[in-house]
């Protein structure tokens, strides 16, 4: 059967079906999305509770516990953690991956509304939010003035540019980082509330009272209705110190005598800088599967008309732009896509020395490669760093085919042919090999398409797009290609001396290798024992080679997480970050610096956390990131009194609990005291284990409290009861919201407090004024006592349990296997039995990818293996052309091993690529062979002329893809770093399994033969 017959005989119609392929390629190309990886959604949930004034522990207790009790009762979830701080509960709920988002959030809702009869009463409603940890922002803008009060800036940044961002295009929503939101906070004196004869209690009536916002309804009139208005006139501090609390002998005690009304923010303890200056930050979210670098555009583009309408002296300022990074990270894919291109066809010219043989090979690569981007388009991909690199790679494997068709029609030429005749021929005689390998060799992407999990979804696109970009080039290989040949092949003299000169060295390679592969012959036990040997230390090398997990990149981004000692007061942490900061920002390879005090990185919030976020020069100007990071580790460590972790971010996050570090070890026990003991030894073990650094604890137990302990007797004698204790310091110190202001387009909080001169003493909880059970005044100091102490910053759980997480960073040069392994050693030897120890976090999944990658490796063996069974109706022919793969292992993790690169989700990619790619050389030995066999030749003499025939096609296919990939290998430009791995796995694969190929491929298939010949003769004997 000649599958290209009908193609060659209908050259107008092969032609349109190429083209039409090609043009729906080239459409769908201009429309085709851009970001910096596939699409990966995280179903991620967040709950935000607050309940201000209220300590840790209360939060812990009293919010977290009974929402994490009833949020358990939601299916699909895969880890549920929360942190409780001062005020505020924080509960983040991964789903898993194959979980509707939107179904799983009426679920939470209803989890919500079932837990809020158990949460404090006059609590808000807790906030639900969705998340994607794995989707950063892709632009930071930093809103500064030099003489604008912050709150009105805060407005502007509010109304005018994040309202008008959010209405863009492809834009998800506009994160506020240091929002200054106006607030009106009234500052009460203790000691005048005392000798007024009153309480906090008063004087919030009163403002509640004075500050109503009622509905006045309507007045039927005899002729008319009339609308009644009251308005509330209250709209500033001056307006709230004039309110009129009691009278006393006869004059009006208004709010300003007893202390002071400000206008203040809702959230005074936490400031953001941009380069030194006060500044709003915002943050943009894209929608998942929007144009990364369309919707940068648009914001920059819109950017010019905002600033027109701000006020004076306020600037808006671009602090990063993701987008930037991802064109210039595309930018250097396409660059060794065309540089790859260009190789490609150099390595088939130098081959074939017959430029229409070449062109015509040519042809094949944009007519399947745009035919790629057809299909790309209809499945709802982009054109990202993964799938552009399948495609670069696909330009060493498309060609293959069209190179294997050519080569076998013009030795059909040389035959003294006719063209036709010879296309004919060659193609009938070729069509089953080409059938063969493009088969076999799309089918080994097709384990990753059922592969879940994180890596699955990661690299489904780059699987789907190389597998179809091999399937078209095959349907190309026996359509255009032969159908250009029956028209267009003629041979060509040698009339270029370059080509002499390669003809003459291939052709004395071709005679060497022809008597060196009949010596070996002779020597079938030695190649056997080598490969087995290559067996051997390919697995001896796979637990050499250092092990990693998502490679980093160097995106001109660092982050800094900032901790400072606990207590201290958030003045004095400002003054501290400003400092760190400039401190920063003098070093050569930073051009932009954003500073937070009292906001960490991952959401966290407290009162002894900071946070940089560092935008680096370009990257032409300074060493890389890594290294930047190391020269201000130790320009950070001189600094007393503070601990700052620096992070090169990962391409994608792939966990949902907040850290500084890369790596998380998290330790969960229902005896808290047992776990305190556990992290603070486990903690102490860490930093002595060599392969990791910036060891970071999330427990912090060192916060001084102030505990109040209420007198029974005496409270009960004076009718002081204990509610009424812990109101009023709640009343005093807990910042309470007490009323609102209701302004044309927002809503302003009004608060209540001591004034914070009192607070500078504790003994201002003594002072606290109380109404007795007869009315009358006395102190909190006489029905109570305060005693000092300390206790956690934070409260944290995992799984309903009480957690802490210990986060670190690789040592420089170190395997991940290796330094998670000693770490957990370390731990386990001094955990309890009472308390669990599990990593989490990205750790996590690289624990799970360890089991899921080489599974993955062995199914993708076990397919093509059933694949080449069933197009050769036969067991042994399949073993025979894999016998090459442990030579393209070993290959690939030597050059890994002496690269000092590591074996990370990427170069392991590289290695099953090599299981489709070497397994080429066998199939056109094997398939010539059998041929030959059926013709009456033994099978030593088959094996033989099989290689020698084959031996240009098998070296031309083979340096395609070496010369294709080494760009790769290179690693060029933006992202490089993070493809490089990938390419010198298959390069180095390639190489080493090239010539080793060539011997042991046919020695098995002898012994295979005569294996075969004495089992039907064993068979015949005793039949």
Not at 951 to 961: D, K
Request: proline share 4%.
């Amino acid at each position: 059967m000649n599958l290209s017959r009908l193609f060659i005989e209908r050259p107008v119609a092969t032609l349109m079906l190429v083209l039409a392929m090609a043009l729906s390629g080239a459409l769908a190309y201009i429309q085709l999305p851009v970001n910096d990886l596939p699409q990966v959604d995280f179903p991620t949930l967040r709950i935000s509770a607050s309940l201000p004034g209220a300590n840790p522990e209360t939060m812990g207790n009293t919010v977290a516990t009974p929402l994490e009790r009833q949020l358990a009762t939601v299916a699909g979830i895969e880890s549920m953690s929360s942190q409780s701080s001062q005020g505020s509960t924080n509960i983040t709920l991964q789903f898993e991956l194959g979980r509707d988002i939107d179904a799983a959030a009426q679920d939470v809702q209803t989890a919500l509304a079932q837990a809020a009869r158990n949460l404090p009463q006059g609590m808000d409603p807790p906030q639900l939010r969705k998340i994607n940890p794995a989707d950063s922002p892709i632009l930071y803008l930093a809103l500064s003035a030099e003489r604008l009060p912050l709150t009105e800036l805060d407005a502007i940044a509010d109304s005018r540019v994040a309202q008008r961002l959010s209405s863009l295009s492809g834009v998800a929503q506009v994160l506020v980082f240091g929002s200054q939101k106006y607030a009106l906070r009234l500052y009460l004196d203790p000691a005048k509330l005392q000798q007024r004869g009153l309480t906090f209690a008063d004087v919030i009536s009163a403002v509640q009272g004075a500050n109503a916002n009622l509905p006045s309804g309507t007045l039927d009139g005899a002729t008319r209705a009339y609308t009644v208005k009251a308005p509330v006139t209250l709209a500033n501090a001056a307006d709230f110190g004039d309110i009129i609390v009691a009278y006393h002998d006869g004059t009006a005690l208004r709010v300003k005598d007893l202390g002071r009304a400000v206008n203040s923010v809702e959230n005074d303890k936490a400031r953001t800088w941009y380069n030194g200056t006060r500044a709003i930050v915002l943050a943009v979210q894209r929608q998942p599967g929007a144009n990364t670098v369309e919707v940068a555009d648009r914001i920059r583009a819109m950017l010019p008309q905002i600033e027109a309408e701000l006020p004076d002296g306020v600037r808006l300022q671009v602090h990063s732009d993701r987008s930037r990074f991802v064109k210039d990270s595309l930018h250097e894919v396409n660059f060794t896509l065309i540089l790859a291109l260009g190789l490609v066809i150099l390595v088939i010219f130098a081959f074939l020395h017959n430029v229409r043989a070449t062109l015509i090979a040519a042809l094949v690569l944009p007519s399947s490669l745009l035919g790629t981007f057809a299909f790309m388009h209809l499945l709802g991909y982009s054109l990202n760093n993964l799938s552009l690199m399948a495609i670069t790679l696909a330009i060493g494997f498309v060609v293959d085919d069209a190179v294997v068709v050519i080569e076998n029609i013009a030795r059909h030429l040389d035959m003294g042919k006719t063209r036709m005749q010879a296309a004919l021929d060659g193609a009938q005689e070729i069509g089953f090999t080409v059938l063969s390998m493009t088969i076999s060799l799309a089918a080994v992407f097709l384990p990753i398409l059922f592969m879940g999990g994180m890596i699955g979804r990661l690299f489904q696109e780059f699987a789907v797009s190389i597998g179809i970009a091999v399937l078209l080039s095959g349907v190309v290989a026996l359509t255009l290609t032969p159908m250009l040949c029956a028209r267009g092949l003629v041979h060509e003299p040698l009339n270029n001396p370059l080509s002499r000169v390669f003809d003459a060295g291939f052709n004395r390679f071709r005679v060497f290798y022809g008597e060196t592969l009949r010596a070996s012959m002779r020597h079938r036990g030695a190649m056997l024992l080598l490969s087995l040997a290559v067996l051997g230390a390919m697995l001896w090398l796979a637990g050499q080679v250092k092990q990693g997990f998502i490679p980093r990149v160097d995106s001109g981004m660092i982050f800094a997480s900032v901790q400072y000692p606990e207590g201290i007061p958030f003045e004095e942490l400002s003054r501290r970050q400003q400092q760190l900061a400039a401190l920063v920002q003098k070093h050569s390879a930073v051009e932009g610096l954003m500073s937070s005090a009292g906001q960490g990185g991952g959401g966290v919030t407290g009162g002894n956390v900071g946070r940089l976020v560092i935008r680096l020069t370009p990257r032409d100007t300074r060493p890389g990131a890594d290294e930047v990071i190391e020269e201000l580790r130790a320009l950070t460590r001189k600094v007393s009194g503070v601990n700052v972790t620096l992070q090169n971010p990962a391409s994608i996050n792939v966990g949902a609990l907040a850290s500084s570090s890369d790596y998380q070890l998290t330790l969960t026990s229902g005896d808290f005291e047992a776990l305190k003991m556990a992290s603070a030894a486990v903690e102490k073990r860490l930093e002595s284990v060599p392969q990791i650094e910036d060891v970071n604890s999330n427990l912090e137990l060192r916060n001084p409290e102030l505990r109040v302990s209420l007198d029974p007797l005496e409270a009960a004698r004076l009718g002081v009861t204990t509610q009424q204790v812990q109101q009023t310091l709640y009343d005093a110190l807990g910042g309470r919201r007490i009323s609102e202001i209701y302004g044309a387009s927002d809503q302003y909080v009004v608060s209540i407090k001591a004034l914070p001169e009192a607070q500078l003493s504790p003994a201002i909880i003594g002072q606290l004024p109380l109404k007795t059970a007869s009315g009358a005044l006395t102190r909190l100091d006489a029905v109570a006592k305060v005693e000092a102490g300390v206790g956690p910053i934070a409260v944290h759980h995992y799984g309903q349990q009480p957690a802490v997480t210990l986060s670190f960073n690789l040592a420089a040069g170190a395997s991940l296997d290796a330094a998670l392994a000693a770490a957990f050693d370390a731990a386990s030897e001094v955990v309890p039995a009472e308390v669990a120890l599990e990593f989490t976090g990205a750790a996590q999944k690289f624990q799970e990818s360890t089991v899921q990658l080489p599974l993955l490796l062995l199914f993708t063996v076990v397919v093509i293996y059933m694949v080449l069974a069933v197009l050769y109706e036969h067991l042994g022919h399949p073993l025979t052309i894999l016998t090459a793969l442990p030579l393209a292992g070993f290959g690939a993790l030597l050059v890994l091993l002496l690269m000092d690169e590591e074996l990370n989700i990427f170069s392991f990619v590289g290695i099953i690529l090599l299981v489709g790619l070497v397994k080429k050389n066998g199939i056109m030995m094997i398939d010539f062979a059998l041929s030959r066999q059926r013709a009456g030749m033994s099978a030593e003499d088959a094996i033989v002329e099989a290689c020698l025939v084959r031996l240009r096609p098998i070296m031309m296919t083979t340096f395609a893809a070496i010369f294709a990939t080494l760009p790769i290998a290179i690693g060029f430009g933006a992202g490089g770093e993070a493809r490089r791995p990938l390419g010198i796995a298959v390069v180095g694969g390639l190489l080493f399994s090239q010539f080793l190929t060539l011997y042991i491929t046919p020695t098995f298939y002898v012994s295979m033969a005569r294996l075969e010949a004495a089992l039907k003769r064993w068979r015949a004997r005793f039949a």
